[in-house]
């Protein structure tokens, strides 16, 4: 079987879940036999040190399942249309006299446009069965490469506009989603969270639509965590400093702990359009010198900060799937997560609050520090929960939906 | 066989409240008085008022040849008295008609016995003058929380006076013994040690409704024919009373089943005995049972409530407490105390088989292990605070549990 897929961002580096994801899925598929044509935007690709890192992973090199094809386009996921014009300035500053104006997109969109028009020209003469496009910026690619090929097309949800948004999408990004939602063979869900919001917020068959739950490679590498004599604790946030991701009920929770236990740091790890609000609530608050913005990390950091954190947060407003309270538990720190994510459809051993109930978020971050059994059960329990996370289990029903598209001779 | 013994454990818990720390020093009220209300109605309406009635009726169309045993906690006593007296009545008409036996347990049901032998007698005097008190009936058998038992308990109880106690029929405390004899403990001098026959009793109260089970439908004529064929002193079918309706419900036919199988044993030539009958039966042999041994799970041991270091903790936290609890010789302060050390509070700690969606869940008030844990030790330090402030000066030893602002 050989898949053609529309993917985004190369770990080591990324900017979040969505790269984490395609990363593991592929290495998933790649494990059980299937041939992987992996189509990203070069823009994503260059970013940072990224060829060397690239070419250092095992993923890429010496794995005949695994052919990259790179699409010169500045995209990346996640991007907003300013950021877009941004990369878009600094290429030319690049390329100088080189900048070709006629192959880069005016914006956002029209970039997206141009770079499913080249994903149609790969189409048309790699060699396939199946196309498989993650997150609306590759809808239309794979939609394209439909055309062109005629084979099925299976469009795979980490995120809608509404998760985004918070409930104002963007029309134009919807009208994309909505399209590659309609015209998919099927449509993979990251939960049942998710699911219910392409059901209800597009308009889509319950039975088009299937759950396949994200996954972790467990850590083998974890080393014994942090000092115990630490009389300070740590409570991490660790995400996008975005509306989605609830930054603002982490700081209010905050606000309230340290009114009961002075003792406690709060790290907020990413960056995100809230960034310079959040670091202004928590001076307003009064609560500034206890609560440290890194900005963005390397994979590296993360991981330290994972390991130094006595407990991870993820507030989320709306989650879809949510890895990184996995990523959390995989470096034997236990976790709070917000119900309305997907991954808390899945996780038993964690603590999960309503994003919105500060109280409760405080109740309970306050719990995990004062009492250390209830740290080291969920962190027990919790880390041997997530061996059950596999990539392979993900792919292998991504593979079942891929022959069953195929039999069905679509 | 020539006997069957009927043991119904009857218990509710007094549930407590989702406590946040923010209700520490503004809500002494631990217990969720509506949640119990709640419960202890729909219990009463689905088992016990119709299961009571059903045994009042059997034992009326026997003459009095079926006779089963209770044991009912000072937690469920308690309830019935608040919120269901008709359940008490029930109860107390079913005693007038002599077939019926109390048996003795710590009042609060509790673990009491593994962490202070002195709590732990106080509990069970408790218990038997609250039964004597509304049933007049003075118990000479004991049965410990979730049938927990070893060496050490058949002495301290024997000391007590009881003349027989009761435990579950593992096997790896039987090996290749079988439940249906009467044994006698190594430590113990003359108590009587009945053993539940767990599969006979299982097959009732767990495996009757199902469907993918071999045997199934169970009928009471099966039933009869398998006690019969058996060799031995007495089966005993031990279970929890809200088998009736509650964990059977009635459309599996449970109350049918139950309506007709005193008289297809009685067909057999089968009598119904007390536990109390055995009390000078001759043991057939000596166990010798080391670590604890209990009815819960398929561990059959205490993992059920002891089994994570949330559960350890929060016991150890609880009983750390009993000299500052009784020294404040405040009766609502110590109460509560006794009311949070009900087995029931561990269980819903319990992480086993958590992953896996089991059906512990189906008795857990909380969303999780850990919910119910953080509840659990938010209260423990109000009542610390309460303990403090009764013992101003006089309470030395600091619980470890203290948060920086309380």
Known sequence: MKVLMFGWEFPPFSRGGLGTACYGLTKGLTNNGVNVIFVVPRGAAEQGSHVDLIVADRLYIDNPKLKLRLINSPLFAYQSQEEYNNELKKLKQKLGPGFNEEIYGRDLFDEVEKYSEKAKIIASFEDFDIIHAHDWMTFRAGLKAKQVSNKPLVVHVHATEFDRTGGNPNQYVYNIEREGLHAADKIIAVSNYTKNKIINHYAIEPDKVEVVYNAIEPNKDMQIKRDIGESEKTVLFLGRITLQKGPDYFIEAAHRVLQFDPNVKFVVAGSGDMYGRMINRAAELGIGHKVLFTGHLSPKEVKKAYQLADLYVMPSVSEPFGITPLEALNNKTPVIISKQSGVSEVLKNALKVDFWDINEMTNKILGVLNYPSLNDTLVSEGSEEIQRFSWDTAAQTCMNIYSSLQTVGI | ?406
């Open chain 2, 1 to 406: 066989m020539e006997n069957v013994c009927f043991y119904f454990q009857v218990h509710q818990p007094f549930r407590l409240r989702r406590y946040s720390i923010f209700d520490i020093g503004s809500n002494s009220n631990y217990f969720d008085d509506l949640k119990n209300e709640r419960i202890m109605r729909k219990v009463a309406k689905k088992c016990y008022l119709p299961i009571n009635n059903l045994i009042l009726k059997l034992i009326k169309e026997t003459q009095g040849r079926f006779k089963v045993a209770y044991s009912i906690t000072g937690t469920a006593l308690e309830q019935f008295e608040k919120y269901t007296p008709e359940v008490l009545e029930s109860f107390k008409q079913l005693n007038k008609t002599g077939c019926i036996e109390f048996l003795s347990e710590t009042y609060y049901h509790t673990l009491s016995f593994l962490y202070s032998k002195e709590e732990f007698r106080e509990q069970v005097e408790h218990h038997k003058l609250k039964i004597m008190s509304l049933f007049k009936q003075s118990p000479i058998v004991f049965r410990n929380t979730e049938l927990i038992f070893n060496n050490e308990l058949a002495h301290v109880v024997e000391k007590m006076g009881y003349k027989v106690i009761l435990a579950e029929g593992a096997d790896h405390i039987l090996g290749w013994r079988s439940p249906n004899y009467i044994y006698i403990a190594k430590t113990a001098e003359n108590i009587r040690l009945l053993l539940k026959n767990y599969k006979l009793s299982d097959d009732i109260a767990f495996r009757f409704s199902n469907r993918g089970w071999e045997e199934w439908p169970l009928t009471s004529e099966k039933f009869a024919a398998w006690v019969s064929a058996t060799q031995g002193h007495v089966i005993n079918l031990f279970m929890d009373y809200e088998t009736f309706g509650e964990h059977q419900w009635e459309d599996t036919g449970i109350f049918n089943f139950m309506k007709s199988l005193p008289f297809d044993l009685l067909k057999r030539n089968i009598s119904f005995k007390f536990p109390s009958d055995f009390a000078d039966v001759e043991p057939v042999a000596e166990l010798d049972i080391h670590s604890p041994v209990s009815w819960a799970d398929i561990e059959r041991d205490l993992s059920a409530w002891m089994g994570n270091k949330m559960q350890e903790n929060a016991l150890r936290e609880l009983y750390v407490l009993e000299k500052a609890v009784k020294s404040t010789n405040d009766p609502q302060i110590i109460e509560k105390w006794r009311k949070l050390q009900t087995s029931d509070h561990f269980y819903y700690m319990c992480t086993k088989w958590f992953a896996d969606g089991d059906v512990h869940k189906y008795f857990n008030p909380y969303d999780s292990p850990y919910d119910s844990y953080i509840s659990f030790m938010n209260i423990l330090n109000d009542l610390v605070r309460m303990i403090n402030n009764e013992n101003r000066g006089g309470f030395t030893e600091k619980p470890s549990i203290l948060l920086a602002k309380s």
